[in-house]
T-cell receptor
Framework: KQEVTQIPAALSVPEGENLVLNCSFTDSAIYNLQWFRQDPGKGLTSLLLIQSSQREQTSGRLNASLDKSSGRSTLYIAASQPGDSATYLCAVLSGSARQLTFGSGTQLTVLP | ETGVTQSPTHLIKTRGQQVTLRCSSQSGHNTVSWYQQALGQGPQFIFQYYREEENGRGNFPPRFSGLQFPNYSSELNVNALELDDSALYLC????????????FGEGSRLTVL
């Protein structure tokens, strides 16, 4: 059974800092890994998708890496802004049911 | 804007009742999945439909059922509601089949009293 863990559960940083969010998963047989952002009471916004054959993806100030063999992914956010405050969720697509298994998220607060 | 629309956005039911949640995705998105998200937790996979057939199911009882229509819109039905069914229900669709990138709607917030 796939399990996804995200560390830390919560993070508070001053504006302008670079930061790293961590994600680990137990079964390396994945189709892809997605990072999502969720604002309070809202749905999920897809940030980055990394296919199992890829090592990293970049979008603007965001960079995500994938090390499938060790079951790890990181999301790097450069020059953080207050508008980045949200919960960030990591999810891996795996299994015969082709389901996304999510971590519990990292709640990020960027202080002005 | 993901192009995935869910209705209703909020609803309140009592224990034992039945509920139907609806999802409309972008044209051509032939795969739809439903997830349940309890407060403070990550979403949990309920099931997936691909070209109108159930293609995978998570650890949810049979009282959770679904449909996908020829226009690729979808419904989630929950019978005999329990208090623990209170959650945000999220619909997600994919253009690239069951292993493609998923795009989520804003969700339907269900409260069971």
């Amino acid at each position: 059974k796939q399990e996804v863990t995200q560390i830390p559960a919560a993070l508070s940083v001053p504006e302008g800092e670079n930061l790293v969010l961590n994600c680990s998963f137990t079964d390396s047989a994945i189709y892809n890994l997605q990072w999502f952002r969720q604002d309070p009471g809202k749905g999920l916004t897809s940030l980055l998708l990394i296919q199992s054959s890829q090592r990293e993806q970049t979008s603007g100030r965001l960079n995500a890496s994938l090390d499938k063999s060790s079951g790890r992914s990181t999301l790097y956010i450069a020059a953080s802004q207050p508008g980045d405050s949200a919960t960030y969720l990591c999810a891996v697509l795996s299994g015969s049911a082709r389901q996304l298994t999510f971590g519990s998220g990292t709640q990020l607060t960027v202080l002005p | 804007e993901t192009g995935v629309t869910q209705s209703p956005t909020h609803l309140i039911k009592t224990r034992g009742q039945q509920v139907t949640l609806r999802c409309s995705s972008q044209s051509g998105h032939n795969t739809v999945s439903w997830y349940q998200q309890a407060l403070g937790q990550g979403p949990q996979f309920i099931f997936q439909y691909y070209r109108e057939e159930e293609n995978g199911r998570g650890n949810f009882p049979p009282r959770f059922s679904g449909l996908q229509f020829p226009n690729y819109s979808s419904e989630l039905n929950v019978n005999a509601l329990e208090l623990d069914d209170s959650a945000l229900y999220l619909c997600a669709s994919s253009l690239a089949g069951p292993t493609g990138e998923l795009f989520f709607g804003e969700g339907s917030r269900l409260t069971v009293l």
